[in-house]
């Protein structure tokens, strides 16, 4: 039986195998419709047993059935960092940035070497966590805070290294060493660019220098997570 409101929805009474009956309505303008049901108070054996009333999950929630997690997402989301910044490390955690191995594989570039290195195939994984280049930057900002054993030592997942790091911290130290690799992976990055676009190249001393005038700026917007990193760099001068 069917009916319809004024207000575009149309509401269906159904009969249950038990006998039961029971009424829904279906907003007939959206564009994934949304049900409320209300089921019947017995079970369909005749039990007695009170089901009482419940909502139907949304459809919407049936698309992504058998979906994965992105790993470090829920990391990100939590992460203290500029808007752009969290929008730069989400598209590398789904390895959606054009690096030197994606450029080859889409046909843009007859190489894929590593633009900071040299010495392997310019990927994700490689740029932000197997690089030499990033790992010797990683150590150097790392030493003074006391946390060279952070350091990556071989290249693999960012995703899995990231979380894997971050669960040998104390709970108040994760949230400066989230905001941090946000930092330094988009530091790299800037550096990377600036040696493919504008044949400009930096020494790891000037990219480390960078990392610390950046946190500073980051710091005075408001993200103060990383003050106390700024004040045990300051004292425990970085390796040059
Ligand atoms: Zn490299």
Redesign the pocket.
């Known amino acids: 039986m069917v009916s319809s409101r004024t207000d575009g929805h149309v509401k269906f009474m159904v009969r249950t195998l038990c006998g039961c009956s029971f009424s829904t309505y279906v907003c007939g303008q959206s564009y994934a419709p949304s049900f409320s049901i209300r089921m019947c108070r017995t079970d369909s054996h005749g039990s007695g047993r009170l089901m009482g009333s419940t909502a139907c999950r949304r459809p919407t929630k049936f698309f992504f059935e058998g979906s994965t997690a992105l790993l470090g997402a829920k990391e990100l989301g939590m992460t203290k960092a500029p808007p752009k910044v969290k929008f730069f490390m989400w598209l590398v955690l789904h390895r959606r940035i054009w690096t030197a191995n994606r450029r080859l594989r889409h046909g843009l570039q007859d190489s894929d070497d590593?633009n900071?290195?040299s010495?392997?195939s310019?990927t994700c994984d490689?740029?932000f966590v197997g690089?030499?280049?990033t790992r010797q930057l990683w150590y150097r900002l790392l030493l003074p805070l006391g946390l060279q054993d952070l350091t990556p030592l071989t290249e693999e997942s960012l995703g899995i290294w990231w979380l894997r790091q971050r669960e040998r911290l104390s709970a108040d130290s994760r949230p400066p060493f989230d905001t941090l690799l946000l930092l330094i992976t988009r530091t790299i990055w800037t550096e990377r660019n600036n040696r493919v676009f504008n044949r400009i190249t930096s020494n790891l001393a000037a990219i480390a220098q960078e990392v610390i005038r950046e946190a500073q700026c980051w710091c005075e917007a408001g993200y103060t997570s990383l003050a106390h990193l700024i004040s045990l760099w300051s004292q425990n001068q970085v390796v040059l």
């Open positions: 590593c900071l290195c010495q392997a310019e490689h740029l690089c030499v280049t």
